[in-house]
Nanobody
Framework: QVQLVESGGGSVQAGGSLRLSCAVSGYYCMGWFRQAPGKEREGVASIQTISGSSDYADSVKGRVTISQDNAKNTLYLQLNSLKPEDTAMYYC???????????????????WGQGTQVTVSS
């Protein structure tokens, strides 16, 4: 069974930065999601790996960058200007091909990692 492995989470103060990594390859669409305690999981960002096109949730737009390093088979999420409300478990996910190259964090993703915790203190 395919397993995605995230890393790079940690505890930072508000205004700080983190870079999350995910070991993954071979999928045309990948994304990052997060889930805070007591809240539903939400999409953060997605990237269509063929075109490099990316999309971001409004809550993180301008502070977050999703990128891929094909040579290292790694997906990244650069988090800047972190806020306490960014505190959550962050998950890497991939979407398998179903006949369309559409890729958006609002779509249904079917391959998931175990998550990495990000905690932002004020």
């Amino acid at each position: 069974q395919v397993q995605l492995v995230e890393s790079g989470g940690g505890s930072v103060q508000a205004g700080g930065s983190l870079r999350l990594s995910c070991a993954v390859s071979g999928y045309y669409c990948m994304g990052w999601f997060r889930q805070a305690p007591g809240k539903e999981r939400e999409g953060v960002a997605s990237i269509q790996t063929i075109s490099g096109s990316s999309d971001y949730a409004d809550s993180v737009k301008g502070r977050v960058t999703i990128s891929q390093d094909n040579a290292k088979n790694t997906l990244y999420l650069q988090l800047n200007s972190l806020k306490p409300e960014d505190t959550a478990m962050y998950y890497c996910a991939a979407k398998t091909f179903r006949g369309s190259l559409r890729c958006h964090w609002g779509d249904e993703f079917d391959i998931w990692g175990q998550g990495t915790q990000v905690t932002v203190s004020s």
